[in-house]
């Protein structure tokens, strides 16, 4: 099964690979690894936004972390034309906008990590940091970026 049936299989869509919002490029591919910039969450196309702990629970943040997690996937196909090219997920890092009292991260990240894991199986196991920030662009819930171990074309 390739990794595209995969993800078709656990019922999800890829999205279409968001353009950068700044002075920035999506991807950089040295010294074979992928560099990925920060992705934010989307839903039915409109950022997903708010502070957990305040605003938001867990597991919205689980979700706006997955919808990064895909985001993620979307423009690592986009930068190596296949996604057979992972040879491994090496690491994500979670910002989660939460409250200074809100110590639930890691729970947050997990949404990303799982997703990860069920898409590229034991190569989608990865190294993490989940921390909590007080404000995101645009107010987005969750940011992720990623490292990403590939395979020469």
Do not use: W
Request: hydrophobic content about 50%; overall charge negative.
């Amino acid at each position: 099964m390739t990794i595209d049936e995969k993800i078709a299989e656990l019922g999800h869509k890829l999205p279409a690979p968001a353009a950068p919002v700044a002075a920035y490029v999506p991807t950089v591919e040295i010294g074979g690894l992928l560099h990925i910039s920060g992705q934010l969450p989307f839903r039915n196309g409109e950022v997903m936004r708010g502070r957990l702990g305040e605003d938001r629970d867990i597991e919205f943040g689980r979700e706006a972390a997955q919808a990064c997690a895909l985001m993620l996937v979307a423009q690592i196909r986009k930068a190596l034309g296949s996604l057979e090219r992972v040879e491994r997920i090496v690491k994500l890092g979670v910002f989660v906008n939460s409250d200074g009292r809100f110590t639930d991260q890691a729970k947050v990240a997990d949404g990303a990590s799982t997703l990860m894991a069920d898409i590229f199986g034991e190569a989608g196991r990865h190294a993490r940091s989940a921390v909590g920030v007080p404000v995101l662009p645009l107010g987005a819930a969750v940011e992720i970026d990623a490292i990403v171990a590939v395979r020469a074309a």
